[in-house]
């Protein structure tokens, strides 16, 4: 089979529609899907997310794509979590209780508040430069300095090795993240400008 | 850290933008959609829409340009104008808006903040406020800044605030168009009282404004202006370099 598609899954959050358009202007081939065998067809998949985490990962349940989104992250195929899409990627999260996640990078999903200065908003909102790994493919088409797009209020807490890149709000919060061919990011690439088109140009090209 | 934001506002009538002075005597700049590109390559960190048609066709014809623009740019989104119901919300949030301004229709129905609030969360409820100065107060002004509600701005400001608005435009009607400056006195008023993401709205009239904002209200997270940005008076690129190099943190 030579698809060339990129599958985002659609489990009932969250608004798709910037997402989608960000891939087609790149000349993507793009689904947005709630099917199984459409994500265990494609080249890579694409896990979005806003909202609260229990909510989410209740919804991504009761689909049941999140077996399939597991089992095809651990068969290999990219799969790029995006800001409540890259906190399910992790073992838990602490928002409102302590909720399991896929458990597809170990760490844990920890508030903001508390770890940042007192006197900074919660939630971290708005453009915040990125420091990334200059040799992580995710990165591969940027050459300068990058401004990236939050909207959250907990973060990953995970091990250096996981991390690709992250931003000052007095402390280093995680902005991407990498298990092998697991990736996650914090930020908004769709909504990012330039540069988070860069990323999902990069991240479209993963097979 | 977070960087200040600079946003132009586009306001659109009849598939047209349009801006006037002191909200009179309106005057058509330009295509939406062609403008956002321009914006979105210049360097703006957020667009802003306000819809200001009436008539049931203008509103189709406006999402129909928000949907072209979502397609085409991607960065932050803000939409406003003829916001009454979470209905409303749903149908501008589909056609790729990120953000949604609430002004009159939070004054008709103030539990609509929080009812948006709930449903999609603080950080896309914007309140934007038309405030004017009456008999020595901040006073809210409704529809389009034509009719003083009799609200107190700084009590409005509170109110919204505290039922989940994740962010405030405040839009000076005294200042508004003047190109005269910000209206520091009324923007500091409201940022003392409150904690979220302030957008100032009204007067800027150079890329000094600008510095005098950020530098004298440090809380005020973002310049929003129109006419001199869509006139070329000033260009975002050469703001955001000017502001950058006086160390205020810009996104370049």
């Given amino acids: 089979m030579s698809n060339n598609v990129t599958a985002i899954v659609d489990y009932g959050v969250g608004n ?60 290999g195929k990219p799969l790029l979590g995006i800001c409540l899409g890259m906190q399910m990627l992790f073992d838990n999260s602490l928002e409102y209780g302590n909720h399991k996640g896929l458990g597809l990078i170990p760490g844990s999903v920890v508030p903001l508040k508390g770890k940042i200065d007192a006197d900074l908003k919660v939630p971290h909102i708005g453009w915040n430069k990125l420091a990334y790994k200059k040799d992580e493919d995710l990165f591969k088409y940027i050459d300068s300095e990058a401004y990236v797009y939050y909207v959250h209020s907990y973060y990953a807490d995970t091990d250096d090795s996981y991390i690709i890149a992250n931003s000052d709000y007095s402390i280093k919060v995680t902005g991407a993240v990498k298990n092998a061919n697991v990736y996650g990011t914090q930020f908004h690439p769709e909504k990012s400008g330039k540069h988070g088109l860069l990323m999902l140009k990069a991240f479209c090209e993963k097979e | ?44 960190d957020e667009l802003v829409f306000y819809d200001i048609t009436a008539t049931f066709d203008g509103r189709k014809l406006f999402t129909d340009i928000l949907k072209d623009v979502a397609s085409q740019v991607f960065i932050p989104l803000t939409v406003g104008g003829g916001i009454n119901t979470v209905e409303d919300f749903d149908r501008v949030l589909k056609c790729g808006a990120d953000k949604v301004s609430v002004n009159s229709g939070a004054i008709k129905n103030p539990k609509l903040i929080g009812e948006a ?16 100065r009456v008999e020595g107060s901040f006073r809210v002004f409704s529809r389009g800044g034509r009719d003083d509600t009799g609200i107190d701005a700084i009590e409005w400001a509170k109110f919204g605030e505290a039922n989940g608005a994740g962010e405030l435009v405040i839009n000076s009607i005294d200042t508004d168009g003047v190109r005269g400056g910000f209206d520091m006195e009324m923007l500091s008023a409201i940022a003392d009282v409150t904690s979220i993401p302030i957008i100032a709205s009204g007067g800027a009239g150079n890329m000094e404004h600008f510095y005098d904002l950020f530098k004298t209200l440090p809380r005020i997270d973002a310049g929003l202006a129109a006419g001199i940005f869509h006139n070329g008076s000033v260009k975002i690129s050469d703001l955001k370099k000017f502001l950058s190099a006086k160390n205020i943190e810009m996104r370049i």
């Fill in chain 2, 1 to 44: 850290m977070v960087t200040k934001r600079i946003i132009p506002c586009l306001d659109v009538r009849n598939g047209r933008v349009v801006k006037g002075t002191n909200f009179e005597n309106v005057k058509d700049v330009a295509d939406p959609v062609e403008m956002a590109r321009i914006y979105n390559d210049s360097g703006a």
């Fill in chain 2, 117 to 132: 609030a709930k449903l999609y969360g603080d950080q896309c409820v914007v309140l934007s406020m038309d405030v004017k």
């Fill in chain 1, 16 to 75: 798709l529609f910037s997402l989608r358009s960000s891939l087609e202007f790149l000349g993507c081939d793009v689904i947005v899907t709630d099917k199984k065998e459409e994500l265990i067809n494609a080249k890579r998949i694409i896990l979005p997310g806003v909202g609260a985490f229990e909510d989410a990962v209740k919804k991504l349940r009761q689909t049941g794509l999140d077996e399939t989104v597991t089992v095809c992250a651990k068969n």
